[in-house]
C-alpha cells in the first residue's frame, strides 16, 4: 500500500501562482512514476503532469510552460508548481503514484481556485 498526503492549494487570482506538495509513505521503493491529475466540476479527470523516478516528464499542452512537476526521491515528495494561473485551471488536483507492478493510488485531493 502506498499513502498519499497533498498539500498547497488554495484560492488564488489569475496571474498567480501555488505549489502543491505530495508526500508518498508506504511501500514507496515500488513507486515508479509520480503525477497530478485535475477534475473541474462536470469534467473527467485528467493528466496534469506527470515525472517518472528517473525524472522524465510529461505535461498536458494546456499546462506546458506554466506548470513544472519535481521530484525528491529522497523525501518521497512531489510537487506541482503552478505559475500564471487562469480560471480554467480551477479544479480538485489529484496527486497519483504508479507502482510497478502497476498499481495506482490516490491522494485525497486538494482543491485549487482561481478567480477572474
Known amino acids: 500500500q502506498v499513502q498519499l498526503v497533498e498539500s498547497g492549494g488554495g484560492l488564488v487570482q489569475t496571474g498567480g501562482s501555488l505549489r502543491l506538495s505530495c508526500a508518498a509513505s508506504?511501500?514507496?521503493?515500488?513507486?515508479?512514476?509520480m503525477g497530478w491529475y485535475r477534475q473541474a466540476p462536470g469534467k473527467q479527470r485528467e493528466l496534469v503532469a506527470a515525472?517518472?523516478?528517473?525524472?522524465?516528464?510529461n505535461y498536458a499542452a494546456s499546462v506546458k510552460g506554466r506548470f513544472t512537476i519535481s521530484r525528491d526521491n529522497a523525501k518521497n515528495t512531489v510537487y506541482l508548481q503552478m505559475n500564471s494561473l487562469k480560471p480554467e485551471d480551477t479544479a480538485v488536483y489529484y496527486c497519483?503514484?504508479?507502482?510497478?507492478?502497476?498499481?495506482?493510488?490516490w491522494g485525497q485531493g486538494t482543491q485549487v481556485t482561481v478567480s477572474s
Open positions: 497519483n503514484a504508479e507502482t510497478a507492478p502497476v498499481i495506482h493510488y
Open positions: 515525472i517518472t523516478r528517473g525524472g522524465n516528464t
Open positions: 508506504g511501500f514507496i521503493f515500488s513507486i515508479d512514476s
